[in-house]
């Protein structure tokens, strides 16, 4: 019988393992707790990182909301914001509050101001907000759409030349001192037999034709027609959706077409390419030629010729390179006056190593065509009556066929309706003055409220009026005419002789003569517009007697045309009236000119500012019978671009109205 020893368990063994268990146990529950309280931190990061991120989005689409509003405000307006809080009602039934306004003027010429605010956005279901200090600066200069008579969009011409019909211009035009500005805009077709000087660049939708005499410092011609160059001198560059055809010895450095190029000139052309066919055969030397279709090298020399169908070569001249997707067909069997020539197929060409046979389809041409589309903006609706509020002097009759003269804005005068009438001085007749009342003979009864005509003493008026015709006559030119200041006339204008410092809008057509000299009264110092000491000041123009304030308007010297209807460029159009503006030879004029339908020259016009037609009525081409010189030395493109009302409803503010509102700095507060 076996005895078996057994020793009691190992107690401390199996404490030890349960106090490893709970050690471990412990450990993975304050990871577990660690890293909980570690997502729960980040989360917490996040949403306020989000939450703060939105808070900040929605206060910097505060500071373009109110950037927005002010840019809607009139100058008048502004003074009134300083010291206020604003509540703007904005998208999804929000509110933008705008807090601590301040509002200064910091310039009068022109007129700037500064507002700074403080802009702030609270997210209730976030808790979060921010709060942006901003400063805007607004400008009320020349494209501030409230000193244009409308309170919508605007559309800009900083062209020197602007035209929506045709443009004949037979009697040449030259552009001087214009920079970039040396620009000639035209929405129909354009032609001219006298030649061109000083144009930067010709852009045309229709055809475009120039003969005749020399073409100086042209650099670019664009063209959505046909392109046809019979004069001397050069262009650099002719881009045209039609064709281009060149004759005598002219000069086009590069051509690009989408229909055939005939270049049937002396001069030498650097590059033609062309989507159609391309003929040489003039004596000049083209150094690449590249076609959709055919060469014919009738004479001259190309270098370089890329073709898609056919090539012919009728001279011996040398020829660098050739292929051709077609035939090559060579001026002699024995010619032999070339690098390399590849064809599909050759023809009277002799037998040599330097030709090479290419497959049938062979696409070997890649022309561009044409580099450009020509645009231009929707006719601009060139309406004087919109313009009338602004006047400081509207002219018309009454039922006594006496001229009434409705006055504002000038200095010392009680906005009203005005006779304009005599008065006797020293036993003789004086006339040119404002008064209430006047007897059958037109002298004043009342008291004189203001002189509008010279010192000087007239029998015979500066102003009459007949069947709807002002006419403006005086044979002085020591003094200015009439006082300073925007002058509006409801009926035609003919200016005779004298010599002016307004603006000139009319209801109907503007002739202008010959004798003449007028300045818009912003292209004048301000001694002539506002410090006169004959005539009041028009407070609309000069901010004092030293200082001009350079409206808008100021920079026109003539407007013409008008329609009843002007809700879009075809409703005026259909009720437009006259709109003409025409020049008598040697006239000279400081000043934009803006016609509601065409511009006709005759001899010499020299004008000092920027053109513009619109075309809006009946038999809209402009004419150019004279010489027409664009002579812009020393005018600011402030003054010599065209600002006028926009018929396009477009939420986009164009450059030039937004810049009008500026953001000078931000900051979070």
Not at 575 to 595: K, L, M
Request: net charge neutral; hydrophobic share 35%.
């Amino acid at each position: 019988m076996s005895v078996i020893n057994k020793k009691p368990p190992n107690t401390q063994s199996g404490f030890a393992t349960v106090l490893v268990v709970l050690l471990v146990g412990l450990a993975v529950a304050a990871s577990a707790l660690g890293t909980a309280y570690y997502i729960n931190t980040s989360q917490r990061t996040l949403v306020s990182s989000h939450a703060l991120t939105n808070a900040q989005s929605g206060a910097w689409s505060g500071v373009e909301i109110f950037r927005k509003y002010l840019l809607s405000r009139e100058e008048t307006d502004l003074t009134k914001l300083n010291g206020q809080n604003l509540v703007l009602n904005v998208q999804g039934g929000k509110e933008l509050k705008i807090n601590n306004i301040t509002s200064t003027q910091t310039s009068t010429a022109p007129n700037i101001y500064r507002v700074t605010a403080k802009v702030q956005n609270i997210s209730d279901n976030s808790a979060a907000s921010s709060t942006i200090q901003v400063v805007y600066e607004i400008s009320f200069t020349n494209d501030n759409p409230n000193n244009n008579g409308n309170s919508g969009n605007v559309t800009t011409f900083p062209s020197a030349m602007n035209f929506y019909g045709d443009l004949d211009a037979n009697g040449g035009i030259t552009i001087s001192n214009a920079g970039d500005r040396a620009v000639v805009n035209v929405a129909g077709s354009f032609s001219t037999g006298s030649g061109l000087t000083g144009i930067k660049e010709l852009k045309v939708m229709g055809d475009v034709n120039i003969s005749g005499g020399g073409i100086t410092g042209l650099e670019n011609i664009y063209s959505n027609g046909n392109v046809t160059l019979d004069a001397s001198g050069s262009v650099n560059l002719v881009s045209a959706k039609g064709t281009v055809t060149t004759t005598g010895g002219v000069q086009a450095t590069t051509i690009y077409a989408d229909g055939d190029v005939i270049y049937d000139s002396s001069g030498n052309s650097n590059s033609i390419d062309s989507k159609g066919s391309i003929t040489v055969s003039r004596n000049a030397t083209v150094n690449q030629a590249t076609a959709g279709v055919n060469i014919l090298l009738s004479n001259g020399t190309i270098n370089n010729l890329l073709a898609n169908a056919n090539i012919i070569n009728e001279t011996e001249k040398k020829v660098l390179s050739a292929k051709s997707g077609g035939t090559f067909t060579c001026a002699k069997t024995n010619w032999s006056d070339f690098t390399s020539i590849a064809a599909v197929k050759f023809e009277n060409c002799p037998t040599n190593t330097k030709m090479t046979t290419l497959a049938a389809g062979t696409q070997v041409a890649f022309p561009t065509g044409a580099l450009a589309t020509v645009s231009m903006t929707q006719k601009p609706l060139i309406n004087a009556l919109s313009y009338e509020s602004q006047a400081n002097y509207v002219f018309s009759v009454n039922a006594q066929n006496q001229i009434m003269v409705y006055v504002r804005s000038v200095n010392g005068v009680t906005e009203g309706s005005y006779h304009l009438a005599k008065k006797k001085i020293d036993s003789n007749q004086a006339w040119g003055y404002l008064c209430k009342t006047v007897d059958s003979n037109n002298f004043c009864t009342s008291d004189v409220v203001a002189n509008f005509g010279s010192q000087k003493t007239y029998v015979n008026e500066i102003i009459t009026y007949s069947n709807g015709i002002w006419t403006l006559n005086d044979n002085q030119q020591n003094m200015n005419s009439l006082a300073g200041g925007i002058l509006f006339f409801k009926g035609s204008v003919n200016l005779s002789q004298g010599k002016y410092v307004n603006t000139f809008i009319s209801t109907g057509n503007i002739a202008y003569g010959e004798s003449i000299t007028l300045t818009a009264p912003n292209f004048t110092d301000a001694s002539q517009t506002c410090g006169s000491t004959y005539y009041p000041m028009p407070t609309n123009l000069c901010s004092s007697t030293t200082a001009l304030s350079y409206a808008s308007l100021g920079n026109t010297a003539l407007l013409a045309g008008s329609c009843t209807d002007s809700s879009t460029s075809d409703t005026c159009s259909s009720t437009y009236v006259g709109g003409d503006i025409s020049f008598g030879g040697g006239a000279t004029v400081y000043g934009n000119i803006i016609a509601g339908n065409k511009i006709t020259t005759s001899g010499s016009t020299n004008i000092k500012g920027s053109m513009l037609a619109a075309a809006l009525g009946q038999n809209s081409g402009s004419t150019f019978g004279g010489g027409t010189t664009i002579d812009m030395n020393g005018l600011g493109e402030d003054k010599t671009t065209i600002t006028v009302p926009s018929n396009e409803e477009d939420d986009n503010q164009s450059e030039s109205t937004t810049e009008r509102v500026k953001i000078k700095w931000a900051k979070y507060i």
